[in-house]
């Protein structure tokens, strides 16, 4: 019992002390790319190793979290805010 306590004590805390199903859940996160060719890190910085590469205008999901001047992507990759934009219909900020 008390480590399923500890777990969503962890859980609560990851999510910035709001209930797992808070309206975060709700939120809508895509990014579309400005560059010509945009890096995307395997950290939140410019020596971070590049482990792919996305064109100009492609979109993907990402989440509102940015850390150095890099955004994260949904699947925790990161991309420089600098060469990013916030698509249409995104919540996040």
């Known amino acids: ?10 859980l609560y ?8 199903d ?3 859940a709700d939120e ?4 579309t790319v400005t560059a010509d060719i945009l890096n ?3 950290g939140p910085g410019d020596m971070q190793p590049i482990v ?8 993907t999901e990402a989440r509102s ?3 150095n001047g890099y955004r994260m992507l949904s699947d925790r990759r990161w991309v420089s805010q600098q060469f990013v ?7 996040c900020k």
């Open 1 to 10: 019992m008390i480590g399923v306590l500890g777990v969503a004590g962890v």
């Open 13 to 20: 805390a990851a999510n910035g002390g709001s209930p797992m």
């Open 22 to 24: 808070s309206a975060k």
């Open 28 to 31: 809508i996160c895509k990014i």
């Open 40 to 42: 995307v890190r395997s």
């Open 52 to 59: 792919s590469t996305m064109p100009r205008d492609a979109v």
């Open 65 to 67: 979290r940015v850390e």
């Open 85 to 91: 934009a916030l698509t249409s219909d995104s919540t």
